[in-house]
């Protein structure tokens, strides 16, 4: 069993790391399980203004990918499995065409092409580090930080070395594109409004 340290995480209480078959077995409660480097999270559900921008975030993302047939999108709850100790579910997720293997009837196994989450006050340090760390390690190919707080996006993107670095922070008004998206834009004006 786990004990509670703070408001959205649980501690194993041996050092033996969690794996994906314990994932399986913890409660369907309507709040979102983690595992990060075999460390249980859990996070209560979504505030209204994070529903909406999910909501508008998928909505364009839906409509863009269904036109061109490059891929598809994703939101949570759905099992992204990284490895045997590292389980997420990211708020949005993108999978491209030529990544389609890692779908699977039940999750995704292996790194998605565009991971996006948006960051709470409870999850924040959690999204812009620890999961960071992780989407690098496990080769994102870019990851979208999306902050309702300043109504402002962070887009990193991989370096030459292979590292996450962010190359674009957006304000509210500029435009949302993607390098692994061609002709994809959404005015961020739209998005936070």
Same mark, same amino acid.
């Given at each position: ?78 099992? /992204?499995? @990284?490895? +045997? !100790? ?5 708020? $949005? =997720? ?8 890692? &779908? ?63 190359? /674009?922070? @957006?304000? +509210? !008004? ?5 390098? $692994? =998206? ?8 739209? &998005?936070?409004?």
């Amino acid at each position: 069993m786990a004990a509670m340290d703070g408001p959205d995480r649980m501690k194993p209480t041996s050092t033996a790391k969690l794996t994906y078959e314990d994932f399986l077995s913890f409660p369907d409660d309507g709040r979102r399980h983690e595992l990060i480097d075999g460390e249980h999270y859990v996070t209560a559900s979504p505030a209204t203004k994070h529903q909406r921008l999910v909501g508008r975030l998928h909505a364009s993302l839906f409509l863009y990918l269904q036109s061109r047939g490059t891929g598809e999108v994703f939101t949570a709850p759905f099992d /992204v499995v @990284l490895s +045997s !100790s590292d389980v997420v579910e990211p708020d $949005l =997720l993108v999978v491209l065409e030529d990544q389609a293997d890692i &779908l699977t009837d039940q999750h995704v196994r292996g790194a998605p092409a565009i991971v996006i989450e948006i960051l709470s006050p409870a999850t924040r340090v959690r999204d812009e580090q620890l999961k960071r760390g992780l989407y690098e390690r496990a080769g994102v190919r870019e990851y979208w930080l999306v902050d309702p707080q300043r109504d402002a996006i962070t887009l990193c993107g991989r370096a030459p070395d292979g590292g996450l670095v962010a190359v /674009v922070h @957006l304000a +509210s !008004s500029e435009t949302l594109t993607s390098s $692994l =998206l061609p002709g994809f834009s959404m005015p961020l004006s739209d &998005l936070f409004r």
